[in-house]
Nanobody, 117 residues
C-alpha cells in the first residue's frame, strides 16, 4: 500500500523560506511522477510543481517559478519542495501526489503553510 506523508509546513514571514518533505512508502517502483499542489481557504486545489520519479523532468506553476524548487535525491523515497521568497498568497495547505502506473493516484494528508508578518 502506497503512503505519502508530508511535513515541514509552518508559519513564516514574507520573504522567508521553508522546505516541505513528502516521504513515500510502499511500492515506489510503480511511481511515474510526484507533484505538489496547494489549496487556499475558499479556493480550488491548484498545481504547484511536479517531477518525474526519475528526476529528469520538472514543471512549475507560473506563480512559483524562480522561487520554488522540487527535487528528489536518487537514494531516497522523499520528494522536497524548497520554497523561497515566500509571499502571503502562498498561504495554503500543501499536498503531495504520486502518479502511479496504471493511471492511479495517491495523495498525502497535507501540511499547512502560513506566510504572515
Amino acid at each position: 500500500q502506497v503512503q505519502l506523508v508530508e511535513s515541514g509546513g509552518g508559519l513564516v514571514q514574507p520573504g522567508g523560506s521553508l522546505r516541505l518533505s513528502c516521504a513515500a512508502s510502499g511500492r515506489t517502483v510503480s511511481f511515474v511522477a510526484m507533484g505538489w499542489y496547494r489549496q487556499a481557504p475558499g479556493k480550488e486545489r491548484e498545481f504547484v510543481a511536479r517531477m518525474r520519479w526519475s528526476g529528469d523532468t520538472t514543471d512549475y506553476a507560473d506563480s512559483v517559478k524562480g522561487r520554488f524548487s522540487i527535487s528528489r535525491p536518487r537514494t531516497l523515497n522523499t520528494v522536497y519542495l524548497q520554497m523561497q521568497n515566500l509571499k502571503t498568497e502562498d498561504t495554503a495547505v500543501y499536498y503531495c501526489k504520486a502518479n502511479i502506473v496504471g493511471g492511479h493516484e495517491r495523495w498525502g494528508q497535507g501540511t499547512q503553510v502560513t506566510v504572515s508578518s
